[in-house]
């Protein structure tokens, strides 16, 4: 035998003793709810967060009053994909309730958030009001009566993550909130609802159009996450 055939034949029964030559993957992958695709891997780093990107398909959300309409679907999409960047670069795993236009139900994406069993759940949205002076960021969180620690996680976890976005963005502050909407509530993690600002204030859109101040907001989420987790 030759002295290259040995040396192979060492090696490959050192791979057979020790599982080297083929390493653990310890990545998993993620499935669209409503369509069944994969989304998609999840694999080994920090907490895995759920990031909701509020609306979507036939679902507008809130549009700007005056042509041309922007709708609230899209920007949520837009900076949930910066949240998402910057929580990787972060290193925390993520994964998003939907990744491009398409129409996902309220419970669905509460069930799978549920079903991927993360650390938290952040959903982003854009506001709109009936007097068009209203503007600023405000995040809500569930109150409930018989998860108290949840309740708590997630008012701390809000709270956090205003203070940072409003240290970003110099925007107004409308304070943490309850809500009683169905993705804060029915998730079994830590969530909340982030309210980024108002597509009907003529002076608050001009900023939500700019990508510099929607990666802004997404900074100021990552941030508090940090400073909530820490």
Known sequence: MS???????????????????????????????????????????????????GHGGKDLGAESDKAPKYQEKIYTLTTAKMLESYLKRQGYRTVMTRNDDFFVSLSERAKFANGQHPILFVSVHYNSAPKKQAHGVEVYYYRSDTDKERSSASKKLAQADLDNVIAQTEAKSRGVKHGNFAVIRETNMPAILIEGGFLSNDEELKKIKRGAYQKKIAWGIVQGIEKYLK
Do not use: M, Q, W
Not at 9 to 26: E, K, N, V
């Open 3 to 53: 002295i290259r055939a040995f040396f192979s034949l060492c090696l490959a029964a050192i791979g057979l003793l020790t599982g080297c030559s083929h390493p653990t993957d310890t990545c998993r992958v993620a499935i669209d709810p409503v369509t069944g695709a994969k989304r998609g891997r999840i694999c080994a780093g920090k907490g895995l967060i759920v990031i909701d990107a």
